[in-house]
């Protein structure tokens, strides 16, 4: 009893003390601090190439293995079993990417905490739409109030290319498509550049080769092994098959900015007047649809300008003009008709086209003096240097005369090789031109004076009817019938440098040979 009270005693005093000390430090018990919590949203979807970034926008760890993305009924996959890379205790401020086939322009992707109803509003965690609205899932979203009806991410389906989360917010607008695909790490938004699929004929020797050049100037790849290629009715080919065409270099899997050169298996191109289309496939060459590209040379009227022409690729009537062999002609690359070709005397097929000018050879009779001492003047009016010493003249049948050879000719002035823009003025060494009605032809050997393949040049004064005035017909060269008017002694006949027939030649009273006329 005596302890009891004794204790009683002290506690008395100590209680009395404790209120009377100001000085007494209160301990304070720490509150236990309120549980993290975890949002697990979709960040950034490679709708094309399939795959799916998640993101931890919470404080707390969260374990996803359990979780599931669907696009719609009978497409449904555990996250757990598709990560790419990251860590299913996904982390605060973390990635997870995931990969999961959907190679879709347009579809609807949900996140879900589980697998319990793919249906139930309860279950979807987060939710985004590309391309069209009315996925599968869609409402499901909405009803939640993760999404809004109609709502979805216009994207341009370019394979490089994915939509991204801007971290704000629940709509379509918080969304973006981006060319900086970023999988696994934080966001990055550049305007993506728009899908630009085209091939384009770039330049065509027809001449001795017949080789094609394509040229890819879009921005994405293309297949052209399916594409074909139209000389003209019954002259297809197609660009895969290598019993038809055969590959110079390059490859049919176009890659942009590449160069891809042909040239058909059997066919062969018009060395005089032809066309050419590139299709996209075979089935219809008369349908503007399917026509991608096209050129023709030398006239217009090709089986398929008009194709073209409704297609918005060509001008009607438009053609680039032929070119001598050695060149090609080639386009520039800027718009859709025939004045955006030209003829290059540099081929490049393979590469960059560079215009050049074209290897022009060509020499003209220009001026002829035949009433006193039949002197001939020839011009080069083209743009190489031409050695005329095996050319030979012809006044008619048995009377030739080769340029060269000093027993048959006898050179005025200038040189037989002669330059572009100079004279040779010559004269027959022991024939004579007929004073009243006659004909001059130029030819480039003695293989043939019948053959229009070797004449060059012609004139035929006083009358019509000189043997080879049927020759520079065929030849192109000279109008049938026509014939340049006598004239007075003292004067000669001079060429006006304009065409191809005797209105383009008059008199000249004041010759000029060895010199331009006058």
């Known amino acids: 009893m005596k302890k009891l009270a004794s204790l009683l005693v002290i506690a008395g005093i100590l209680f009395s003390c404790s209120e009377d000390d100001s000085d007494e430090i209160v301990v304070t018990p720490t509150p ?42 009978g497409t449904y996959i555990q996250v757990g079993g598709i990560i790419a890379s990251g860590d299913a205790n996904l982390a605060p401020g973390a990635f997870l990417v995931l990969d999961y086939d959907m190679p ?121 092994s399916d594409y074909w290629m139209c000389l003209g009715p019954g002259q297809y080919f197609r660009i895969g098959d290598a019993a038809m065409t055969t590959i110079v270099s390059g490859s049919a899997n176009l890659a942009p900015g590449e160069f891809l050169v042909i040239t058909p298996a059997t066919l062969q191109a018009a060395d005089d007047a032809g066309g ?62 025939s004045n955006d070709w030209d003829g290059t005397g540099t081929i490049t097929l393979g590469e960059a086209n560079v215009f050049t000018e074209t290897e022009v050879r060509s020499v003209i009779i220009n001026e002829v003096e035949y009433l006193v001492n039949d002197e001939i003047e020839l011009y080069n009016n083209g743009n190489v240097t031409v050695d005329l010493s095996n050319y030979w003249m012809c006044l008619g049948p048995g009377q030739y005369f080769r340029i060269g050879d000093a027993a048959m000719t006898t050179i005025v002035s200038g040189s037989a090789n002669l330059a572009p823009g100079e004279f040779l003025v010559i004269t027959p060494a022991t024939l004579q031109a007929a004073d009243d009605a006659g004909g001059l032809g130029l030819y480039a050997n003695n293989d043939g004076f019948g053959n229009a393949a070797n004449i060059r040049s012609f004139v035929q004064w006083g009358a019509a009817g000189n043997a080879r005035e049927s020759v520079a017909v065929e030849a192109g060269i000279w109008n049938a019938g026509g014939f340049v008017p006598n004239v007075a002694t003292g004067s000669s006949i001079a060429y006006d440098g304009e065409g191809l027939t005797s209105d383009d030649w008059e008199e000249d009273t004041t010759p000029s040979l060895g010199s331009g006329n006058n």
């Open 32 to 73: 236990t601090p309120p549980a993290g919590s975890a949002n697990i949203v979709i960040n950034e979807v490679a709708y094309l190439s399939g795959e799916v970034e998640l993101t931890n926008t919470g404080d707390a760890v969260m374990d996803v293995s359990d979780y599931f993305l669907c696009l719609g009924p």
């Open 104 to 224: 879709n322009a347009t579809g609807g992707l949900g996140l879900y905490r589980n697998n319990s109803g793919f249906g139930d509003a309860a279950n979807i965690a987060d939710f985004v739409q590309w391309g069209d609205a009315g996925s599968a899932r869609e409402n499901v979203a909405v009803a939640a109030g993760i999404w809004t009806d109609g709502d979805f991410v216009p994207v341009l389906g370019n394979a490089n290319n994915s939509i991204v989360f801007d971290g704000n917010g629940e709509a379509a607008s918080d969304w973006a498509e981006t060319a900086t695909v970023t999988l696994g790490a934080a966001n990055v938004t550049t305007a993506p550049e728009a899908e630009v699929r085209s091939v384009v004929i770039n330049e065509v020797e027809y001449l001795v080769n017949d080789e094609i050049e394509l040229y890819n100037n879009g921005n994405v790849t293309v297949d052209l």
């Open 276 to 337: 050419l289309g590139l299709y996209a496939n075979n089935d219809g060459f008369g349908d503007a649809a399917n026509i991608r590209s096209f050129v023709q040379w030398g006239a217009a009227g090709n089986a398929r300008e008009s194709v073209a022409v409704e297609a918005g690729i060509w001008n009607a009537g438009g053609f680039v003009p032929n070119v001598p062999s050695g060149g090609s002609i080639a386009y520039d690359g800027e718009g859709l008709t």
